[in-house]
């Protein structure tokens, strides 16, 4: 494959304009693009046009967005949609009993991936977004994934840079070894103000067919008057029941 003076093939160079966009701007312009990749105008010229007669980016006057053949292939990734399919009427009724946010995410690196939320009229301040990423550490749902991780991989996890991201304390890393431990002994995490000051989150895990942890169901609440009781009676059977349905429909078991 043909590559560039900065060492880099044209197939990285085309993942570094579609990782451009991001929730929070899904339509950019080619300057724009540009900017954010560090590549010069030029050269993110010919790989735009490229990606649009592939049907992977679309135009919109002069902003590009993400191509709906981005989607048809993403759907035939079992081990994401599968999860969130079968997850899906189970976050239905945690958004509906508890009439707040109910999220499902995986660990993606040092980062929550969110696979799907669902909102019920008057929830809590939520920042999540399908697709969107937030930092492990940040987060109710990181904290039980990182606790589902192997010994080496939680080690590895904890040594890596943990920029502040939004309002969550200053974390040493023996503080978030110790948020880690208790996440793994009490079987899930509460993170109160890390966000948003106004809201609380908790997250418990979603075990596989063979009992690791693959994915993190949470709900976010209002963090006046939160009791973790009545979230945690609705929360922990419904992750449980996931657990089941995967197992089931991967093992027939």
């Known amino acids: 494959m043909a590559r560039s003076s900065q060492g880099h ?41 490229e990606l649009v ?18 989607w048809e292939l993403a759907v035939r990734a079992p081990g994401v949609f599968g999860l ?22 995986i660990l993606q690196g040092a980062e929550v991936l969110y696979l799907e939320r669902l909102s019920a009229p008057e929830s809590a301040v939520n920042f999540t977004a399908v697709g969107g990423r937030i930092p492990w550490y940040a987060t109710s749902s990181g904290l039980v994934l990182v606790a589902g991780q192997s010994p080496e991989e939680e080690n590895r996890i904890l040594e890596l840079p943990r920029p502040r991201y939004a309002t969550e304390p200053a974390q040493s890393t023996s503080s978030l070894r110790a948020r880690v431990a208790k996440a793994r002994s009490e079987g899930h995490a509460v993170t109160s103000g890390f966000i948003h000051p106004e809201s609380t989150a908790i997250a418990v895990p979603v075990r596989g067919p063979y009992g690791q942890t693959v994915a993190a169901l949470a709900v976010v609440v209002p963090a006046d008057g939160f009791q973790i009781e009545p979230v945690l009676a609705a929360l922990a059977p419904a992750a449980r029941t996931v657990g089941l349905e995967l197992k089931r429909s991967l093992t027939g078991m």
């Open 53 to 70: 007669g592939l049907g992977l980016l679309e135009r919109r006057g002069r902003e590009l967005l993400l191509g709906v053949k981005l």
């Open 84 to 105: 969130r399919e079968t997850a899906l009427p189970y976050l239905e009724q945690l958004r509906d009993k508890l009439q707040q946010h109910a999220q499902l995410g």
């Open 9 to 49: 093939s044209g197939l990285s160079r085309a993942v570094r304009v579609l990782e451009a966009f991001n929730p929070s701007r899904s339509e950019l312009t080619l300057t724009q693009i540009a900017a954010r990749t560090g590549m010069p105008t030029s050269t993110v010229h010919g790989i735009v046009a």
